[in-house]
């Protein structure tokens, strides 16, 4: 059962866990660790990160701020996320595709994204089988240059990211300039921002993250040079669209980056139990053989895409069948390739 925590006293049970956690992102005495937060943030991991960075030796400041994006203009802020070694964001606002993340990047910051709720850090809690996973994901995403996407539902969607790098994530940031989330597990690669052609169909049961909602019947979009075009179906198609014109802004519908999931804990049903606590987001983004599709900006340095919508609307699907170039990599949710089977046994080395 769920504890829901009463005083900021309950981050002290954490503290083993995010020191845990801490040690796999290579924090050592004297590094420089900043808890980024908003006035939202959930107080007791930022008593549980405090403790545990001071717990292995390195220095820790918290910075809070107002629940909006209003920080990002901050010299100030912004210098002091390139100026620390670790950067844990539990603030509750849009924070990735920014400028300023970009600058912490480049600076060699490592950075750490950390919403879900306790038992869901727990559970998904890092281990070397989706880092190996995450490892040949890259590896077969880097030797192509074209996705090819279909489901039984109807999806028939061709990208090309050609020329762009491939992002992991494995749940935790462990080298200079690395972004990641935990828990994760998944790949994913921004198509050139022209390159999407071909229909995109949303079965009963994918998620419309955005909205906290599963799919209950079919949503059909077209996709010409990189957008959606048209978006058609019953409520949900509705609910979607309304979403993508929100901020008023043709690059809403650009896709952003596409991939697939490799975390065999994921719950798939997590989001519709606990989506009002910030909880299953990365249970369906990360779940074990998904397609995850991204709508709107794209522009964090790790991706090198080019836009800069203010708006970015992440897609899980299940069923899809994906190829890389010619080699099928998944058939309707199910790996084909040995290495990313759940079944798979590393031989011997030599």
């Known amino acids: 059962m769920r504890r829901v925590p009463t005083t900021a006293a309950t981050g002290a049970e954490l503290v083993p866990l995010f020191r845990d956690h801490l040690e796999l992102c290579k924090v050592r005495p004297g590094e420089t660790v900043l808890g980024f937060t908003d006035t939202m943030s959930n107080q007791v991991y930022s008593i549980a990160l405090a403790a545990a960075a001071r717990v292995l030796g390195a220095d820790y ?33 849009e924070w990735i595709y920014s400028d300023a993340h970009n600058e912490a990047l480049d600076a060699g910051a490592r950075t750490l994204m950390l919403l879900e709720p306790e038992d869901m850090l727990r559970r998904m809690f890092p281990i070397p089988e989706i880092r190996r996973r995450a490892e040949v994901s890259e590896a077969l995403l880097a030797a192509g240059t074209t996705l090819h996407i279909e489901s039984e539902a109807g999806t028939d969607l061709t990208l090309s990211y050609e020329g762009r790098p491939v992002m992991t994530q494995y749940g935790y940031t462990d080298t200079p300039g690395r972004w990641d989330h935990w828990p994760s597990g998944q790949v994913v690669v921004a198509p050139l921002e022209h390159s999407a052609e071909g229909t995109l169909v949303l079965d009963e049961g994918d998620c419309l993250l955005n909205l906290g909602r599963y799919v209950m019947s079919p949503v059909t979009m077209e996709l010409r040079e990189g957008s959606i075009v048209s978006i058609e179906g019953g409520a949900d198609a509705r609910l979607a669209r309304d979403h993508f014109e929100s901020p008023r802004d043709k690059r809403s519908y650009g896709v952003s980056h596409i991939g697939w999931g490799y975390e065999h804990r994921a719950n798939w049903n997590a989001l519709g139990l606990r989506f009002w606590e910030s909880g299953g987001v990365m249970d369906t983004e990360s779940y074990y053989g998904n397609m995850l599709i991204a709508f709107g900006a794209n522009f964090v340095r790790i991706l090198k895409g080019e836009n800069r919508a203010p708006f970015h609307f992440d897609i899980p699907t299940r069923n899809h069948s994906i190829w890389v170039d010619d080699r099928q990599i998944i058939d309707r949710g199910s790996f084909v390739i040995p290495e990313l089977r759940l079944d798979y046994q590393e031989g011997p080395s030599e």
């Open 61 to 93: 400041f918290q910075i809070v701020v107002a629940a909006d994006e209003s920080w990002m203009e901050s010299r100030a802020i912004i210098d002091a996320w390139k100026g620390s070694d670790l950067v844990v964001v539990t603030a509750t606002t």
